[in-house]
């Protein structure tokens, strides 16, 4: 099946750290190393929105600008798995985490697949 399996997430303080990991599997992801990753997350209330990005052949990376300069996006395609390493995190970071296949469209980048993983739970204390 196919299946994208984010972990990673806690509760942590405000000014801390965490690594987010998304592994993907099943037949789709047979060529991951083609594909644009993307993190997205949603808040309590609030639309699912684009957190990061990175491109297949690892030479570009994009960011929201609520994260740029305090997150880290990476991928080892090998292990057919992408990163976001969250640093300096703030409350308003608290959401819930996934990853996708990205594209570009509206001016942002927009999730390819319709099916999500369960995501991982941030939360940040203040």
């Known amino acids: 099946q196919v299946q994208l399996v984010e972990s990673g997430g806690g509760l942590v303080q405000a000014g801390g750290s965490l690594r987010l990991s998304c592994a993907a599997s099943?037949?789709?992801?047979?060529?991951?190393?083609?594909?644009?990753m993307g993190w997205f997350r949603q808040a309590p209330g609030k639309e699912r929105e684009f957190v990061a990005g990175?491109?297949?052949?690892?030479?570009?990376?994009y960011y929201s600008d609520s994260v740029k300069g305090r997150c880290t996006i990476s991928r080892d395609n090998a292990k057919k798995t992408v990163y976001l390493q969250m640093n300096s995190v703030k409350p308003e970071d608290t959401a819930v985490y996934y990853c996708?296949?990205?594209?570009?469209?509206?001016?942002?980048?927009?999730?390819?697949?319709?099916?999500w993983g369960q995501g991982t739970q941030v939360t940040v204390s203040s």
């Open positions: 099943g037949r789709t992801f047979s060529t991951f190393s083609s594909y644009d």
């Open positions: 990175i491109n297949w052949l690892r030479t570009s990376t």
């Open positions: 996708n296949v990205i594209k570009r469209g509206g001016g942002s980048w927009e999730p390819v697949f319709d099916f």
